[in-house]
């Protein structure tokens, strides 16, 4: 059995998004021949995007060593950001110290800085390390900077930290596309994706049973960006005076924005279907988020849960009516890099997806699965019209998910994409052996 470093800033007991790869990837990586051992830090402050999810923890292999460093949460500030590596780094030490030999390092990020401890304990062990993206960092078409030379400077860096990977893995194939063409000193390390995916053990069993004159629910898991899209709007401008964001990038249609324009597009239409419609927002809601059902007057069929445990979320997944899924809206021509982690949740539950989504990886997985009505972000008649639909095919009595495929679900379970990490390890492995280079 071959040993691994995780490196991993997100770990259980937190929750949230970006838990999810690491957790399964721990989860499953002694089945292909690797022992993980994960370096992480102390248990973050419970905030909005860090939730306490303990229920993740019962996911993690027996035995499983985990090291915490001491260290302050990561920000921005430059005495911070120096302690948090060399706590992190003394904590590495440690436990490669115990370890009685280590093959290999892998760091998956975000934070970014995180890419330089890999690197650092890589040199000091004579360990090929391993760069896992869950996002595009610097090629992030979502991301704001405060101006366009921040966004160069964030490129340099991204090129800088990544030179020493021996193996860069992004998660989709747009985003590993973009890198290969940005940086072509780094595009024979590059050739990898990734992607999120499902578990299928949190999928077993039947569908849970929806009460007897249960309403039509539309089911949304996951964080709304309304602030920053409301924030973005308003400071559009300046935005691109600043070059902040790329041109043509709108953010605020990855939130309830134009859905809630839809809805009441749609009861103006249709006023008795308000009667047997709900709307289920799984998450933990800003203000902002709530201002947007409140000024739409549809308090009365908006329900926000708070953050559930990733199992609950899976549930309620399972047996939604339909499934909202928003993206952010490109220019005609773009194609997004990324993939939001419930995209593949939701095609592996079956269930009718209203995907609000622009052309890109996202998009072409949702339509190859068969169960998304697929439209444009910000088109509020489309998505009334979807609506209406899926609407009217409930109260017809259709099976929910009749045009599913399940076979093109299938290449996004976990266990399959752990095989493939497990590859591309035993890869990295095989050729410094090649070299002459040294692991245990």
């Known amino acids: 059995m071959r040993r691994v470093l995780y490196i991993a800033h997100y770990f259980p007991p937190i929750g949230g998004a970006g838990v999810q790869r690491t957790v399964k990837f ?7 021949g690797w022992s993980p051992l994960v370096l992480t830090g102390r248990t973050l402050p419970e905030t909005r995007w860090t939730p306490d999810d303990r229920s993740l923890q019962d996911e993690l292999p027996d035995g499983l ?31 490669l110290a115990g370890a009685g030999g280590v093959d290999a390092v892998l760091v998956t990020m975000s934070p970014f800085e995180d890419a330089r401890i890999a690197r650092e304990l890589s040199q000091r062990h004579g360990l090929p390390w391993l760069a896992d993206l869950r996002d595009p960092w610097a090629l992030d078409e979502f991301q704001e900077w ?44 590059a050739g990898t994706f990734i992607t999120n995916g499902y578990d299928e053990e949190d999928f077993r069993g039947d569908v ?46 990855r939130s309830h924005f134009y859905l809630v324009q839809a809805v009441n597009r749609w009861l103006e239409r ?48 399972r047996r939604a009516d339909l499934l909202f899924l928003p993206m952010h809206h490109l ?31 996202a998009r072409d997985y949702l339509a190859t699965a068969g169960t ?33 495929r399940s076979e093109a679900v299938l290449p996004f379970e976990r266990r399959e994409l752990t095989r493939q ?8 492995v095989a050729e410094r052996h090649r070299s002459g280079g040294t692991t245990r």
Not at 174 to 179: I, Q, T
Not at 331 to 340: C, D, K, L, N, W
Not at 372 to 398: I, M, Q, Y
């Open 146 to 189: 405060p101006s366009r030379w921040h966004r160069a400077w964030a490129r340099h860096e991204m090129e800088r930290s990544l030179a020493g990977a021996a193996r860069i893995i992004m998660n989709t194939p747009e985003a590993a596309r973009r890198l290969r063409e940005t940086f072509p000193a780094l595009a024979n390390r």
């Open 208 to 253: 849970p049973a929806v009460p007897p004159g249960a309403p039509f629910t539309l089911v949304h898991s996951g964080y709304f960006h309304t602030d920053a899209g409301l924030r973005q709007r308003k400071h559009r401008w300046r935005n691109r005076l600043l070059g902040r964001l790329e041109p043509g990038v709108e953010t605020l249609s």
């Open 270 to 317: 249709e006023p008795s279907a308000r009667e047997y419609f709900r709307m289920e927002f799984v998450g933990v809601p800003s203000e902002a988020d709530r201002q947007v059902v409140r000024e739409a007057r549809l308090e009365d069929l908006v329900t926000f849960t708070g953050y559930l445990p990733h199992d609950e979320c899976v549930r309620r997944t």
């Open 26 to 32: 721990v989860k499953h990586l002694a089945g292909f």
């Open 65 to 95: 060593v985990v090291g915490r460093a001491e260290a302050p949460p990561a920000t921005k500030a430059a005495a911070n950001r120096r302690r948090r590596y060399e706590a992190f780094v003394e904590e590495g030490e440690r436990l």
């Open 421 to 428: 990490l497990a590859e591309v390890l035993d890869g990295m």
């Open 372 to 404: 998304a009505h697929l439209v444009a972000p910000t088109d509020v008649d489309a998505l009334s019209r979807a609506l209406a639909t899926a609407f009217a095919r409930w109260r017809e009595g259709n099976t929910p998910g009749a045009d599913w």
């Open 331 to 361: 220019p005609a021509g773009r194609r997004s890099g990324i993939v939001p982690g419930k995209v593949y949740e939701y095609m592996a539950s079956g269930r009718p997806i209203l995907a609000a989504v622009p052309d890109g990886d």
